[in-house]
Nanobody, 120 residues
Framework: QVQLVESGGGWVQAGGSLRLSCAAS????????MGWYRQAPGKQRELVAT???????TYADSAKVRFTISRNNAKNTVYLQMNSLKPEDTAVYYC??????????????WGKGTLVTVSS
């Protein structure tokens, strides 16, 4: 059993910052790619940023300058530092991880989501 638990969401005024965290726990042999997706009301879930175990990153165009993804492999944790937040960043942010379990299966896991609300 593997769980991803997000934290750090909340309410912030436009221009402010938030830091999201996501910790993976359970029957994990190794964590491979980890990342963040978001889903705004009435819209499809979209990629925000991903990071490999080696530290290579990918960002959505909307996140490239303002957001920074990082991870702590020893803690199986991924972070998303979000600066200069805009009202259009309002969404539920979901943590994602591709893991190898202790049974040596490669599986995709999702967190339950954390709400980020940016007011104008």
């Amino acid at each position: 059993q593997v769980q991803l638990v997000e934290s750090g969401g909340g309410w912030v005024q436009a221009g402010g910052s938030l830091r999201l965290s996501c910790a993976a726990s359970g029957s994990i042999f190794s964590t491979n790619a980890m990342g963040w997706y978001r889903q705004a009301p009435g819209k499809q879930r979209e990629l925000v940023a991903t990071i490999t175990s080696g530290g290579s990153t990918t960002y959505a165009d909307s996140a490239k300058v303002r957001f920074t993804i990082s991870r702590n492999n020893a803690k199986n944790t991924v972070y998303l530092q979000m600066n200069s937040l805009k009202p259009e960043d309002t969404a539920v942010y979901y943590c994602y991880a591709r893991l190898t379990t202790r049974d040596y299966y490669d599986m995709d896991y999702w967190g339950k989501g954390t709400l980020v609300t940016v007011s104008s």
